[in-house]
């Protein structure tokens, strides 16, 4: 599966942005699709996933973005969006999209994923 995300860019606390994930080569909605970020000098840390549409597209987030992120699929155009609001300096970071067929309780582990976008950049000034 190929992966493209887009949509970062440089944004004042409290403002949102909205990220997308365009998927080819592959029906993604039989994957999971995660969003994980990683800021400079960190690990790459887990955001947000979506579950494929046999699991009723459940998702799951990280407790620091709980209540100001939402993750949502659009099946028809293969895209996975993370819509972040309320955005606040440490949510600085590249974020990237992925995909993992890992069952999923296992969602968050970046080790189970092997397809991922080139990232997008997210920066939020004070």
């Known amino acids: 599966v190929q992966l493209q995300a887009s949509g970062g860019g440089l944004v004042q606390a409290g403002g949102s942005l909205r990220l997308s994930c365009a998927a080819s080569?592959?029906?993604?909605?039989?994957?999971?699709m995660g969003w994980f970020r990683q800021a400079p000098g960190k690990e790459r840390e887990f955001v947000a996933a979506i579950a494929r549409r046999s699991y009723g597209d459940s998702t799951r987030y990280t407790d620091s973005v709980k209540g100001r992120f939402t993750v949502s699929r659009d099946i028809a155009k293969n895209t996975v969006y993370l819509q972040m609001n309320n955005l606040k300096p440490e949510d600085t970071a590249v974020y990237y999209c992925?995909?993992?067929?890992?069952?999923?309780?296992?969602?968050?582990?970046?080790?189970?994923?092997?397809?991922w976008g080139q990232g997008t950049q997210v920066t939020v000034s004070s």
């Open positions: 080569g592959r029906t993604f909605s039989n994957f999971h």
């Open positions: 992925g995909v993992t067929q890992i069952l999923w309780a296992y969602v968050d582990s970046t080790r189970n994923y092997v397809d």
